[in-house]
T-cell receptor
Framework: NAGVTQTPKFRVLKTGQSMTLLCAQD?????MYWYRQDPGMGLRLIHY???????AKGEVPDGYNVSRLKKQNFLLGLESAAPSQTSVYFC????????????FGEGSRLTVL | EDQVTQSPEALRLQEGESSSLNCSYT??????LFWYRQDPGKGPEFLFT???AGEEKEKERLKATLTKKESFLHITAPKPEDSATYLC??????????????FGTGTKLQVIP
């Protein structure tokens, strides 16, 4: 059972480049989330999805887009990367009935030069 | 606005030296309080959920307690493998769409052999 898998684990971008982070979960969870984690700050929610085909904005959505075409996958896109988006990104998921117990991936470290 | 404050930011203990981590919170209607463990370079791993004041949960050397304003994570006779960052999070009652979870910045625990 792989749980929540994020790819890539590391990426370096130049300002203005675009990229997509992929999150895949094999637990049949309805809810999926993208967080970012920065030093001295708690995990902050970027976007989330409550089911296949649905997405919604979290606390810090600007500069990011998401898609959930399949229940098991949640994609996070950066259309034009900025240095302020240098961070560690975490994907998480859970069952609709158990909203507090999040299952996290191992993270994707993104550096924007 | 929901807030979670964890203290201390960092804690260094000798192996076997018991201590407590603090999580103070303000939330408009607490649905649940959560503790997670995060190892370096990894995603957070769920430990406990507490729902109401007076509740306690235990797991090996860890014991979490909850009052109306704060939660404590007690670590009894810690071992070096307990070294990690411990995150506290609170979940507010439904705010229209998803169950919002607010994370603290964590306490970094180091246990010295």
């Amino acid at each position: 059972n792989a749980g929540v898998t994020q790819t890539p684990k590391f990426r370096v971008l130049k300002t203005g480049q675009s990229m997509t982070l992929l999150c895949a979960q094999d637990m049949n969870h309805e809810y999926m989330y993208w967080y970012r984690q920065d030093p001295g700050m708690g995990l902050r929610l970027i976007h989330y999805s409550v089911g296949e085909g649905t997405t919604a904005k979290g606390e810090v959505p600007d500069g990011y887009n998401v898609s959930r075409l399949k229940k098991q996958n949640f994609l996070l896109g950066l259309e034009s990367a900025a240095p302020s988006q240098t961070s560690v990104y975490f994907c998480a998921s859970h069952f609709r009935s158990n909203t507090g117990e999040l299952f996290f991936g191992e993270g994707s470290r993104l550096t924007v030069l | 606005e929901d807030q979670v404050t964890q203290s201390p930011e960092a804690l260094r203990l000798q192996e076997g030296e018991s201590s407590s981590l603090n999580c103070s919170y303000t939330v408009s209607g607490l649905r649940g309080l959560f503790w997670y463990r995060q190892d370096p370079g990894k995603g957070p791993e769920f430990l406990f959920t507490l729902y109401s004041a007076g509740e306690e949960k235990e797991k090996e050397r860890l014991k979490a307690t909850l009052t109306k304003k704060e939660s404590f994570l007690h670590i009894t006779a810690p071992k070096p493998e307990d070294s990690a960052t411990y995150l506290c999070a609170v979940q507010a009652e439904n705010s229209g769409g998803y169950q919002k979870v607010t994370f603290g910045t964590g306490t970094k625990l180091q246990v010295i052999p």
